[in-house]
């Protein structure tokens, strides 16, 4: 049967899966360095497994935090087996003991007594940063890192609570703890790492989609459309139209590219048709062929 589905497998497909799941272990391992290097020596409780595995390292101090994120994802690993079953769980269950593995081979492999600095909040900063962009990638792909998105699916599947505001709560709750524990000022420190965690993931997520509309209105559209094709390898929209003021007919070719494709076709526009009128526009929702799937 194994052999069955590898044949069906063509090269794109193969590359495809290859990409995902470079992507998935870059993603949780950006993550788990944030949390081993960063969050623990400092004690940021953002919430989730990390943070609870955080707190709960420091109450039982025989186990480092990797052990209770072994523990915690596999009783939520539990959890998803009984109310969602195992096709829901997907990627999650690799992604739970994944990062835990991770974190874990951080702190074997630099482990760490004390913060790495003595400025809190550049520890914050980093801690915020890699976590936030491990997890813009992991999501961005349409995976997750497991842990507390079990819980968030579980409560969508069975109760009316909105996860947002569910999984909001419980890392309050952590957060809480955290500052009972370790301080007022750690506790601050964590509810803005919380904040700021959720506005930086989602910057991280339209920076990695950026892409350029292009809009050019010229005289000349064969050029312009061939070096957009053959030279560029994408594809264009092209309609004819005509000039307000002066009358005269023109064509609008409209393209989406990356930021150098983009640079490159305004070059070439520019030294093709000095009359030429070009658009350019930031977007991260670009959906088609070539792009996100619908």
């Known amino acids: ?39 623990t ?8 497994t990390s943070g609870l595995s955080i707190v ?19 009783v939520l690993v539990v959890l998803g087996f009984i109310f969602l079953g195992i096709r829901s769980m997907g990627w999650t269950i690799y992604s739970s003991f994944a990062l835990s593995f991770y974190v874990s081979a951080f702190e074997w492999a630099v482990p760490l007594r004390a913060p790495l600095t003595n400025d809190v909040f550049l520890e914050l900063c980093y801690a915020v940063i890699l976590s936030a ?56 420190y964590c509810i803005l790492g919380m904040i700021l965690k959720s506005t930086v993931a989602d910057s991280a997520i339209e920076g990695i989609n950026l892409r350029k509309v292009c809009t050019v209105v010229t005289s000349r559209p064969e050029p312009v459309r061939d070096f957009i094709v053959n030279e560029l ?13 002066t009358h005269e007919e023109k064509w609008v070719l409209v393209t989406v590219l990356t930021r150098g494709q983009a640079q490159k076709l305004r070059l070439f526009v520019h030294s093709l048709d000095e009359h030429a009128f070009i658009t350019i526009v930031n977007s991260s929702e670009i959906v088609g062929k070539g792009f996100r799937s619908i």
């Open 133 to 188: 962009v491990g997890a813009a990638i992991v999501f961005n792909i349409g995976a997750s890192t497991g842990g507390t998105d079990i819980v968030a699916m579980i409560l969508n599947k069975y109760t009316s609570m909105p996860v947002g505001r569910a999984l909001m709560v419980s890392d309050l709750g952590i957060v809480l703890a955290g500052a009972y524990l370790y301080g007022p000022a750690t506790g601050l």
């Open 1 to 39: 049967m194994l052999t069955e589905v590898k044949k069906h497998l063509t090269p794109k497909q193969i590359r495809a899966d290859a990409e995902f799941f470079f992507l998935l272990n870059l993603g949780l391992v950006a993550t788990a360095a944030g949390i081993a290097l960063f969050k």
């Open 233 to 245: 390898h994408r594809s264009a929209t092209m309609e004819q139209a005509q000039g307000a003021y």
């Open 56 to 74: 709960l390292a420091t109450l039982f101090p025989r186990f480092n935090v990797g052990a209770f994120m072994w523990v915690v994802n596999a």
């Open 41 to 48: 020596p400092n004690h940021f409780a953002f919430g989730g």
